[in-house]
């Protein structure tokens, strides 16, 4: 009973932060869209992270103070701006999302923060993404129902009845109690409506946590609110941890019913649900994320973007514990082995476009014919007029130069060799007197 106790109240204050942080994201929207500091360049990213010089990344957290605690931050989002066009989108990431903390230390993404702050939670969703973050806000939870009361409250379509009781919620007991169908909701109302939990867990709750952020923003682009932005954003200071001045919140928040008139893109980060040792995650797609992020961004997946995303999937997948399933139970998932199976299926069919030419500059007979046997065993298609001898026979190291960006595609040889990228579209293979080691 007491361990039931404790999920109730850990669900409650999950849903308080995910309200509160969606109230911030609606009143700070604009002012983030000038994080670059009017002008100033952001940081050059890795080539193997997603950059665009157009958009601003910044991290959304909820966090839950405590007297002697980090406390904790259940709730969390990635929101994307882009200035020039004045949108905004915003990716939810599930709090039981199981991310790669460290090297080869897998955790759900909401114990970084008690871990390490906000910097480690940075870490954790730059990791997921391959993208930077180019700033954060720090939500405090408690100050939700004066925040809608101050915006006159918001217009919601509750979609259904809404009742739920709990006697040993630690804020002196919760009673949800709402009718279905449109009507106003004051603070008390609306904080009922984002603290509700039923059968659809994470993925209905997120769904509400936007529907809310849309009626938030409606009626903060309001000619009713708008006049009255600057002692919101006032009121909201003392809630919100950034590192942008006051004073410029209050000037750019005027930009929020350009974003709203835009419309805001909101999606949940791509993935399934899990179960394992009585213990539920949320399985990132490690690829449909980073190209949903990427269109976000409105930038295209590099070559170096892909390789590292093909590199993190197999390695998460490889990382699963044995046993893990979905919620169900009915869904079993990839093991390592089938994953690097299709990933070799996937890889053979890419092989075959590539033309490859084999030269012999050993002086070792039926070098060349042996070499390009072993590559067609891989699935490179090789004719006959392509494998023949080169125009020296003492080279001394084999060399097989590659089509930039297929490098991959070449798996191990049984044969010591040099693989070097280059443009073109072809892959000549120079074999050396190096090729007798083997």
Not at 140 to 167: L, S
Not at 341 to 370: D, P, T
Not at 401 to 413: D, H, K, Q, S
Request: some cysteine; proline content about 5%; hydrophobic content about 40%.
């Amino acid at each position: 009973m007491r361990r039931k106790r404790k999920q109730r109240k850990r669900r409650r204050r999950l849903i308080i932060l995910a309200a509160m942080v969606l109230l911030v994201v609606g009143l700070c929207a604009g002012a983030w869209q000038l994080w670059t500091y009017w002008g100033a360049e952001k940081e050059t990213a890795p080539p193997d992270m997603l950059a665009s010089p157009r958009t601003t990344e910044i991290m959304v957290m909820g966090v839950d103070p405590r007297a002697n605690d980090t406390g904790r931050s259940d709730t969390l989002l990635v929101v994307s701006l882009d200035e020039a066009a004045k949108r905004a989108s915003v990716l939810s990431i599930p709090r039981d999302t199981r991310v790669e903390m460290e090297s080869g230390v897998y955790e759900k993404i909401n114990h970084a923060y008690a871990y390490g702050g906000h910097e480690y939670t940075r870490e954790s969703v730059e990791r997921l993404l391959a993208a930077p973050m180019d700033g954060y806000v720090l939500v405090n939870i408690h100050a939700f129902e004066q925040v809608v009361d101050a915006v006159g409250g918001v217009d919601m379509d509750v979609e259904k009845r809404m009742y739920y009781e709990d006697p040993w919620d630690e804020d002196g007991g919760l009673v949800i109690d709402l009718q279905p169908g449109e009507q106003h909701l004051d603070g008390m109302q609306a904080m009922q409506y984002v603290r509700f939990r039923d059968e659809e867990g994470d993925i209905g709750r997120i769904a509400r946590q936007q529907k809310f952020m849309d009626a938030f923003l409606a009626r903060v682009s309001s000619p009713e609110v708008i006049p009255h932005l600057a002692q919101i954003v006032r009121e909201l200071s003392s809630v919100v941890e950034t590192n942008l001045e006051l004073g410029d919140l209050i000037r750019l928040a005027t930009l929020i019913p350009d974003i709203k008139g835009n419309g805001v893109q909101s999606d949940m980060l791509p993935g399934v649900p899990g179960w394992w040792q009585e213990t539920s995650y949320w399985l990132p797609d490690i690829p449909a994320a980073r190209r949903l992020f990427a269109s976000r961004m409105g930038v295209s997946m590099t070559p170096e973007v892909e390789a590292r995303t093909e590199r993190d999937a197999r390695e998460y997948a490889e990382g699963l514990p044995e046993g893990l399933t979905d919620v169900n139970g009915t869904m079993r998932l990839a093991s390592p082995e089938e994953v690097a199976a299709e990933r070799e299926k996937k890889a053979r069919e890419e092989r075959k476009n590539i033309r490859v030419r084999v030269l012999n500059e050993s002086g070792i007979k039926g070098a060349a014919a042996a070499s390009a046997e072993a590559l067609r065993i891989q699935g490179f298609v090789i004719d006959n007029e392509d494998v023949g001898n080169g125009e020296v026979r003492d080279r001394k190291e084999t060399v097989l130069t590659v089509p930039t960006g297929t490098a991959a595609l070449f798996g191990e040889l049984p044969f010591p060799c040099v693989v070097r990228e280059a443009d073109g579209d072809t892959a000549v293979l120079r074999i050396g007197k190096d090729y007798g080691d083997a």
